[in-house]
């Protein structure tokens, strides 16, 4: 079983930033693909990023390329996701979640564990 606690959401202005850290329990932490997701009210859950277990390789969707950049932190079982010029549309409650298999792609279905979110609000 895996724990992931999600913190470092807030309110920001648009143009601002904000790192996001998900924190994992377990030792096969290292082995997991994670994955960020999100939610902005009304609408379903989304794919943001996502990392290997070796944090070699990682994806973006398209809408946050060039601005949120995915890392991990095996040693201390650490995920985050930095997100530079935020944009009212990044509001939404953000997700960490793992793959036992290590994918790390946008199927949500994939996912083993999920954390219990942090808010996200960008105001213009």
């Known amino acids: 079983q895996v724990q992931l606690v999600e913190s470092g959401g807030g309110l920001v202005q648009a143009g601002g930033s904000l790192r996001l850290s998900c924190a994992a329990s377990g030792r096969t932490f290292s082995t997991y693909g994670v994955g960020w997701f999100r939610q902005a009210p009304g609408k379903e859950r989304e794919f943001v990023a996502g990392i290997s277990y070796t944090g070699r390789y990682t994806r973006y969707t398209d809408s946050v390329k060039g601005r949120f950049t995915i890392s991990r932190n095996n040693a201390n079982n650490t995920a985050n996701l930095q997100m530079n010029n935020l944009k009212f549309e990044d509001t939404a409650v953000y997700y960490c979640?793992?793959?036992?298999?290590?994918?790390?792609?946008?199927?949500?279905?994939?996912?083993?564990?999920w954390g219990q979110g942090t808010q996200v609000t960008v105001y213009s």
């Open positions: 979640a793992t793959d036992r298999a290590g994918r790390y792609d946008g199927r949500s279905d994939q996912y083993d564990y």
